[in-house]
């Protein structure tokens, strides 16, 4: 029998498999993501009870929890659920990307192209004023904060501005949807007008933001402008053309099965992979999964199938993900006099310059006062993408902990502003037929009942609200 020697035998090296959740960090993740939920829910609830959107309620769940109020006053509890372990963070992270990007995928499966067509000009009016003038104004105050607030060095000064002028022109495609979606105004053409304006507002803010990283890190070269502008542009051609016939095609075949488990696996797939796409071109993710759930949007026939991915979205995954938000704001730095001025001063920039935007492209776009007015409150909501540029500033050195808690706050406090605002607006203006059969063809997507859910008619004459 051959023996062969131990120099002859290779010995076998099985690679170790990751290691599995330990205990105490899966009991951290269960419990944060109990709490979270729950609070959202809860302030959500109360919210509305007030009058107001559950996404206030739910945005407030995370400043609640985090560093500005109980990571003060009970640190214990805060720092149990909320441990400085990056690996322990990162779990409710992922969770919360994959409600933003569900969230903005079912945003874009509302979407009516032929609405935004009808109204292109004021459209694409709105969104050019309602970005360069934001923008303007913001770089000009980004010159003008002192280097004791900034601690920019005077090579930075260019690079923080225009970081200060993108935090102030972007707008929040997820906050704005899931607001719309609670006040039950995505049904509505300047619902949809709203959506759009900020859409384009925030691919120009991603495709400027990814600017400002390259001027602060390998410097900003004429290549780099091309490079991320073809990406953009190839991208929204494949996705028009090729991406257009496929997505229809996987849906309609989702559609005839009559299944509503094949239609929501089609569904949050396709979204996934436009987020993918995106992401590995060095454009956001968001950008993708909006685009995805507008390509969904042209089969109709599988929209119904799609009321339970629509219900865990906007019920569970949503409110965790705007909870979360809150979690890394620390409000507490504005009781320097200093920062809460510059905070108040761009504040006052931010509200401004959305405003006069939405006002002067109303005009140019033939729109009225009150579509001006919910245009404005629409777009100048910031939310969660204000606090991405400003984690972005934060990462590349560019903002310091003091200006990214006034960036921080200004995205909070747009946020908040908007709702009120916008329902005081629409309330102005009466809502046609159309908007009334689009408002039921929405709430039987989302599995309410059609009958219930039809306005009562005006017996005074005034419109409907």
Avoid at 105 to 112: F, I, Q, R
Wanted: aromatic share 4%; glycine share 10%; with cysteine.
């Amino acid at each position: 029998m051959w023996d062969a020697s131990a120099e002859e035998v290779a010995p076998v090296v099985l690679s170790a498999a990751p290691a599995p959740l330990a205990h105490h960090q899966l009991l951290v993740f269960l419990a944060a993501i109990t709490v979270l939920l729950l609070l959202a829910r809860l302030l959500g609830a109360l919210a509305e009870r007030l009058g107001m959107p559950a996404v206030v309620g739910e945005l407030l769940t995370g400043v609640i929890l985090g560093p500005s109020l109980l990571g003060h006053l009970v640190p214990g509890i805060t720092g149990w659920l909320l441990p400085d372990d990056s690996a322990q963070m990162h779990l409710l992270d992922a969770v919360a990307q994959l409600g933003l990007l569900l969230l903005v995928g079912v945003t874009g499966t509302h979407v009516d192209l032929t609405v935004v067509r009808r109204h292109r000009r004021a459209a694409t009016a709105v969104a050019v004023c309602g970005l360069l003038i934001p923008l303007a104004l913001g770089i000009g105050l980004g010159l003008l904060i002192p280097a004791s607030v900034s601690d920019t060095p005077d090579a930075q000064r260019w690079t923080f501005a225009l970081l200060v002028g993108v935090a102030i022109c972007v707008s929040a495609v997820p906050v704005i949807a899931k607001t719309l979606s609670d006040m039950r105004l995505l049904h509505r053409d300047i619902g949809q007008l709203t959506l759009a304006v900020s859409v384009i507002d925030d691919v120009v803010g991603w495709l400027l933001l990814s600017l400002v990283a390259a001027a602060a890190t390998v410097g900003l070269t004429a290549g780099t402008v091309g490079l991320a502008i073809g990406h953009l542009i190839g991208f929204v051609a494949f996705a028009a053309t090729v991406g257009r016939v496929l997505v229809r095609r996987v849906m309609e075949r989702a559609a005839r099965s009559g299944d509503s488990g094949s239609a929501v696996a089609s569904a949050v797939i396709i979204v996934l992979v436009g987020a993918v796409i995106t992401h590995s071109l060095g454009m956001e993710a968001l950008f993708g999964a909006l685009i995805a759930g507008i390509l969904i949007a042209t089969t109709r026939s599988a929209q119904v199938l799609l009321a339970p991915l629509r219900a865990i979205v906007l019920s569970v995954l949503a409110p965790i993900f705007l909870a979360t938000a809150g979690l890394r704001m620390d409000l507490t730095a504005l009781v320097e006099p200093a920062v809460l001025l510059t905070g108040l001063a761009m504040l006052v920039v931010a509200v401004v310059g959305k405003f006069t935007g939405a006002f002067l492209g109303a005009w140019i776009g033939r729109l009225d006062r009150w579509s001006a007015v919910a245009l404005g409150a629409g777009i100048n909501a910031r939310g969660v993408i204000q606090v991405i540029v400003a984690l972005t500033g934060l990462r590349l050195g560019v903002l310091n902990t003091a200006m990214y808690t006034v960036v921080v706050l200004v995205a909070i406090v747009t946020s908040l502003m908007t709702p009120p605002l916008m329902r005081y607006a629409t309330r102005q203006m009466a809502e046609g037929e159309e908007e009334r059969l689009r408002l039921l063809e929405h709430d039987t997507w989302r599995g309410r009942s059609p009958v219930a859910a039809a306005p009562p008619a005006a017996t005074d004459g005034s419109p409907p609200s």
